[in-house]
């Protein structure tokens, strides 16, 4: 038998990654912005204290902002025609998840956008190192808890 | 200008994010069993579009539209980079959601999303003191 390696189909897969290219891509050629997701979650805590970013990340909070404002409005745009979105997965798991991803993320600067789309997109070696550590740990841990039975 | 540009490109961002699965995190982890691969064109598509940018326009123009020097996605190769990373997975894997997809969730109405922002917003005070 054939394995299937993409039961749902490539197209919506597909489509979406190049909309998500587009976006980057406007804003990059709009104003410049070479634009991750997770720097957010570190300018945000410069309003309780200024040291916490040095002063090119203080320089982008704005526009991080209204990038983050912007990718929550296309979720929304994408729920008008779709339906709310929802998961299984329990609280817990979402936020010690988060957590760890959060603070990895930002001790290698980057995260699946940011390494992901932006440093492969610049040619990055540094990047392409990032993403490829990233994906082989995600592999190994969650087919190691599926086993154990989380 | 640049407020607006963030917020088009991040529209943007969040429908392709929303329509290519990647804010269900039971998608991200049949992608991680090897059970579904489509994440790969999520990744190539999006690559490939924002590769043509970086590469070309550049090379159009000196500037922006609105007049700002390109940006540039620089990182170290250094130990931050290699622990940080795998960090990323383990987290990524256990929740299922990166930082983009916990954004554009929580905008298609899905609350639970709440609790992985709680825990990345948590996880970048900690980094602090990893400095």
Known sequence: MVVELFPLGIWHYLIGGLIIGLGMGIAYLMSGIVAGASSLFTVLWSFVDKKFCNKDMLASRDWRIYLAIGTVLGGFVFMLFSGASSTQIEWWRLLLGGFIAGLGARMANGCTSGHGICGLSSLQLSSLISVVIFLVVALITANVLRMVGV | ?131
């Open chain 2, 1 to 131: 200008m640049k407020a607006l540009a963030a917020l088009i490109g991040g529209l943007l961002f969040g429908i392709g994010l929303a329509l290519s699965g990647m804010i269900v995190p039971e998608v991200i982890l049949s992608f991680l069993y090897l059970e579904d691969l489509g994440l790969l064109f999520v990744l190539g598509g999006a690559v490939v579009v924002t590769l043509l940018f970086y590469q070309l326009v550049p090379r159009l123009r000196k500037k922006s539209l609105d007049g700002h020097e390109f940006g540039t996605k620089r990182v170290s190769i250094d130990k931050r980079l290699v622990f940080g990373s795998a960090l990323f997975g383990v987290g990524w894997a256990l929740s299922g959601v990166c930082p983009g997809p916990a954004l554009a969730g929580l905008g298609a109405g899905n609350f639970a999303m709440g609790f992985v922002l709680v825990g990345m917003l948590a996880g970048a005070y900690v980094e602090k003191f990893f400095r």
